[in-house]
T-cell receptor
Framework: AQSVTQLDSHVSVSEGTPVLLRCNYSSSYSPSLFWYVQHPNKGLQLLLKYTSAATLVKGINGFEAEFKKSETSFHLTKPSAHMSDAAEYFCVVSSMNTGFQKLVFGTGTRLLVSP | DGGITQSPKYLFRKEGQNVTLSCEQNLNHDAMYWYRQDPGQGLRLIYYSQIVNDFQKGDIAEGYSVSREKKESFPLTVTSAQKNPTAFYLC??????????????FGEGSWLTVV
């Protein structure tokens, strides 16, 4: 079975400082991993995804994530936070099961950005 | 513009009433999904469909029903058997096939409240 653990329910940063959102996964084989962002009362938007190509994945809005198999981690980072980054972030592990793409979601990390 | 349209954005249900949430996509995706989101939790899968006229139960299907008569449309009915329906509902779609790395695209969501 696959699982995802987002290690922080809330992260607070100041505008202009680095962002680190942590995610650990469990999978019996090489997974596909995603980070999605959700602004209040909105749907989820894809930030980036890892699908067994380059381990350092660059996404939209300056975010990137590094797949580390030895640590079973897929942490999301950004060098400099912006006020507009305040949102909920979900780490997701994906696999194919009898032709169906099953997603397992983490419980989310709320990013707070202060001026 | 291509995307997923959910309606209504806000819906109120009286006790004992069935309500239907609409989901339409123009991305030409074969797979469609319904997720439920509760505060502080990740998304949970209600139903999914990989092809027209076929759909499967997800992890929390009790009290819900769906249909897939057209490729573009995947409406969700919340029946009176669903005892705790107040939640944010998200419709999604994706391509099929591959090894689990297909991006899943989300609609803007619908809020359902029991009054």
């Amino acid at each position: 079975a696959q699982s995802v653990t987002q290690l922080d329910s809330h992260v607070s940063v100041s505008e202009g400082t680095p962002v680190l959102l942590r995610c650990n996964y469990s999978s019996s084989y090489s997974p596909s991993l995603f980070w999605y962002v959700q602004h209040p009362n909105k749907g989820l938007q894809l930030l980036l995804k890892y699908t067994s190509a380059a381990t350092l994945v660059k996404g939209i809005n300056g975010f990137e994530a590094e797949f580390k198999k030895s640590e079973t981690s897929f942490h999301l980072t950004k060098p400099s936070a912006h006020m507009s980054d305040a949102a909920e972030y979900f780490c997701v592990v994906s696999s194919m099961n009898t032709g169906f793409q099953k997603l397992v979601f983490g419980t989310g990390t709320r990013l707070l950005v202060s001026p | 513009d291509g995307g997923i349209t959910q309606s209504p954005k806000y819906l109120f249900r009286k006790e004992g009433q069935n309500v239907t949430l609409s989901c339409e996509q123009n991305l030409n995706h074969d797979a469609m999904y319904w997720y439920r989101q509760d505060p502080g939790q990740g998304l949970r899968l209600i139903y999914y469909s990989q092809i027209v006229n076929d759909f499967q139960k997800g992890d929390i299907a009790e009290g819900y029903s769906v249909s897939r008569e057209k490729k573009e449309s995947f409406p969700l009915t919340v029946t009176s058997a669903q005892k705790n329906p107040t939640a944010f509902y998200l419709c999604a779609s994706s391509l099929t096939g591959g090894a689990g790395g297909n991006t899943i695209y989300f609609g803007e969501g619908s809020w359902l409240t029991v009054v």
